[in-house]
């Protein structure tokens, strides 16, 4: 246990009982503790494997790599449907991570092997992702925003075409890129 990621698990208000079960299990699994994004993240020789985290609805258990788990239980789900590699194990109650304990370490075990055997998960390029035509006039319009997006690293890219593509609305999208053009001059991310 690392005693920086301890504050995680005294703060929550809810779904204390169920985080801590998880932290047992993925320790029992060797992993390294550290705190990452704000949760705690466990690692394999520096490389991201799992992640506790908490929401409304229920807390999870997310596989960084989890599109390459053989997933025979059937127990990954996709966030969303713009998440591309990392899976997600989710639960509402404490009892279900104990009867699941055996089932959850075979799929940590499988992520630990995946990470050493190099395996490495396709990710769709940026070109891939619409860009609203708004944005395109706005990357025409200005040289210099166009050389800071096409300077930020692809995840950065495709969060804010998500984010721009998003609304239904012309003036909404609009709205969103002249809120974000100084952060991407800036070159920062979205959540930056």
């Not at 466990?42 to 997933?71: E, R």
């Not at 992702?129 to 997006?149: C, D, G, Q, R």
């Not at 909404?172 to 809120?179: F, H, L, Q």
Request: hydrophobic share 40%.
């Amino acid at each position: 246990m690392n005693p920086k990621v301890d504050f995680y698990f005294d703060k929550a208000k809810s779904w204390q009982q169920e985080i801590g079960q998880l932290r047992t299990i993925v320790l029992d699994c060797g992993l390294t503790e550290e705190l990452k994004w704000g949760c705690p993240c466990y690692t394999f020789q520096k490389s991201n494997i799992v992640l506790i985290h908490v929401f409304k609805g229920y807390c999870a258990l997310l596989f960084f790599k989890g599109i390459l788990l053989k997933d025979t239980d059937g127990m990954l789900i996709q966030q969303t449907e713009n998440v591309q590699a990392a899976r997600q194990v989710r639960f509402t109650n404490v009892k279900e991570i104990v009867r699941m304990e055996a089932k959850l370490k075979a799929y940590i075990y499988e992520a630990i092997e995946v990470e050493k055997a190099g395996l490495k998960v396709q990710l769709k390029k940026t070109s891939a992702f619409s860009m609203p035509e708004e944005f395109k006039n706005k990357l025409n319009k200005k040289p210099a925003l166009k050389k800071a997006f096409d300077a930020l690293t692809p995840g950065r890219q495709r969060a804010y075409l998500l984010h721009f593509s998003a609304p239904k609305q012309s003036r909404t999208r609009e709205a969103r890129i002249e809120k974000y053009a100084p952060h991407i001059l800036h070159g920062k991310g979205l959540n930056d």
